[in-house]
Every structure is written in structure tokens, then in C-alpha cells.
């Protein structure tokens, strides 16, 4: 008789019976659970949501347009995900489906560190957004004001740059805007 005892099956119904309070995922069969983002977390990815919806985010007109941006988003791709920032380009998500989840997986994923999140945002979350071919992946960490930029490169995470302060960059799949990061470092 083995000494460990089963794991309980998680279900979608645990998720929706969280509080407000929480943000909910369902990772490698595990319930995992992380505060709201604090204030600094909040502000960069509110800043980065707007600059980059502002730019790709326009239906027609002039400038890149032709994506959809969300944030915090309800990923079903495989694993029950919630990154802080998602985008897809609008040819392969014309229009938004009618429903809580995503089961697309988005073309760029943008997680904004904290220390309640860093192991999974990092590690388990990241491999999976790799099974699910999501092109593009971000960390931005605004305590020591870094943006870590990476490209899924057959199969496995490329980093492609990696800046820290208050710089101006072009990072990809976004590197027609110039983004100003000291906008995301809360002062």
C-alpha cells in the first residue's frame, strides 16, 4: 500500500467558486491560486495593455492595427491559463467569442511578475504556453524594471532582448511602435 495519498480531481466548477479577489488556473491538474496583481504590477500591465491596444489594437485606419489585446484573459489551451496580457492577431480571432474563455491560443503572451506568481509565470505556465504555439512571450517585472522579450523558436523560448529602466524599445511582434518602458515603472 503506498503511503501518498490520490491528489483530488480539479474541476472548473473549483475555479468559478473562488472569490473576486483571487485569480484562479488550473496548471498540470493543480488548483493554483494568486492574489489580485498589486499596485506596480497593475500599473505596468494597465499601461502596457493601453499603449499597445492604442497602436495594433484599431480596426482599418492608418498604423499597424489588426490585433485583438486583452487583459487578463481565460485561456483554455490545454490548461486552464490566466496570463496578465494576451494579444492575437485578427486574422486568426476576428471577433471575440461569446463566451468567459479563449480556447485559441493567443499569437503574444505578456506576464507581468510579482512575487506571489514568478515560479509559475516562469516555469509550469511557460512551458505550456510553448505547447500551445503561442508565438511571442514578455515578462515584464516592474521592481527592478526589466522587460525580458522571447520568440518560440522550434518548440522551445529564444530571448530576443532583454532591457531595464526607463529605455525606449521596439520589441517584437510589436516593433513598428516605439515603446516607451519608463510609462510602465510606477513612480
Known amino acids: ?3 501518498a495519498a490520490a ?3 480539479v474541476r472548473y466548477e473549483d475555479l468559478q467558486n473562488l472569490p473576486e479577489n483571487v485569480v484562479g488556473e488550473i496548471i498540470d491538474g493543480e488548483l493554483v491560486v494568486s492574489p489580485r496583481p498589486g499596485v506596480r504590477q497593475a500599473a505596468a500591465s494597465s499601461s502596457l495593455g493601453a499603449d499597445l491596444a492604442t497602436t495594433f489594437g484599431r480596426r482599418g485606419g492608418s498604423g499597424p492595427g489588426a490585433w485583438v489585446i486583452l487583459d487578463e484573459p481565460e ?3 490545454g490548461q486552464v491559463l490566466v496570463p496578465d496580457l494576451a494579444g492575437w492577431r485578427r486574422e486568426r480571432l476576428p471577433h471575440l467569442p461569446d463566451a468567459p474563455f479563449i480556447d ?3 499569437d503574444w503572451i505578456c506576464e507581468v511578475l510579482s512575487p506571489s ?3 509559475h509565470d516562469r516555469t509550469s505556465k511557460t512551458h505550456h504556453y510553448a505547447r500551445a504555439g503561442v508565438g511571442h512571450l514578455w515578462f515584464v517585472d516592474p521592481t ?3 522587460l525580458e522579450v522571447y520568440r518560440l523558436d522550434g518548440g522551445a523560448w529564444r ?3 532583454s532591457v531595464a529602466g526607463p529605455m525606449k524599445v521596439r520589441a517584437e511582434p510589436f516593433e513598428a511602435m516605439e ?3 519608463g510609462n510602465l515603472w510606477a513612480r
Do not use: Q
Open 1 to 3: 500500500m503506498s503511503g
Open 7 to 9: 491528489k483530488p480531481t
Open 75 to 77: 485561456l483554455h489551451i
Open 104 to 106: 485559441l491560443a493567443p
Open 117 to 119: 506568481t514568478v515560479a
Open 144 to 146: 527592478p524594471e526589466t
Open 159 to 161: 530571448l530576443v532582448e
Open 179 to 181: 515603446l516607451d518602458l
